[in-house]
C-alpha cells in the first residue's frame, strides 16, 4: 500500500480491524483475502509523523497567537530562497524555554 509521506518508521502496518501486523509478505496477503471475504472496504493508514502534523496543525489554528502576516512572510522568503536561520540562536531559545529537555 502506498503511503503519502513515502516513510515506514515501524515497519508495520495496521489493518483494517485495527491490530498491528508485521510488514511481511504474507500479511499483505492475509489481510487482502480478509477485505475479500468481507467485501470491498477502503481502508486508511497514517503514519505516525502525519499523526503529529495533523495534531500540530490543528494546535496552531486553535492558537490565538498565531501572527499571519508573519508567517506569510517566512513561507514567502523560504519559497524564494532568502530565509535563513542561525541554529545556535535557536537552540539557546529552546533550552531557555524549557522546550530542549
Same mark, same amino acid.
Given at each position: ?5 513515502? =516513510?515506514? =518508521? ?6 483494517? *480491524? ?12 492475509? @489481510? $487482502?483475502?480478509? =477485505? ?6 477502503d !481502508? !486508511?493508514?497514517? @503514519?505516525?509523523?502525519? &499523526?503529529? !502534523?495533523?495534531?500540530?496543525? $490543528?494546535?496552531?489554528r $486553535? @492558537?490565538?497567537?498565531?501572527? *499571519?502576516? &508573519? ?12 530565509? @535563513? ?17
Open positions: 500500500m502506498a503511503r503519502i509521506d513515502g =516513510l515506514n =518508521l515501524s515497519g508495520a502496518s495496521m489493518n483494517p *480491524a485495527g491490530a498491528m501486523g508485521a510488514a511481511g509478505a504474507g500479511s499483505t496477503a492475509d @489481510s $487482502q483475502a480478509a =477485505l475479500k471475504a468481507r467485501g470491498k472496504q !481502508v !486508511v493508514n497514517l @503514519s505516525n509523523r502525519g &499523526r503529529i !502534523v495533523a495534531e500540530a496543525s $490543528q494546535a496552531v $486553535q @492558537s490565538s497567537d498565531v501572527r *499571519a502576516e &508573519r508567517v506569510a512572510a517566512l513561507k514567502a522568503a523560504i519559497a524564494n530562497g532568502t530565509y @535563513s536561520s542561525n541554529a545556535r540562536e535557536i537552540a539557546e531559545r529552546l533550552i531557555a524555554n524549557g522546550l530542549g529537555s
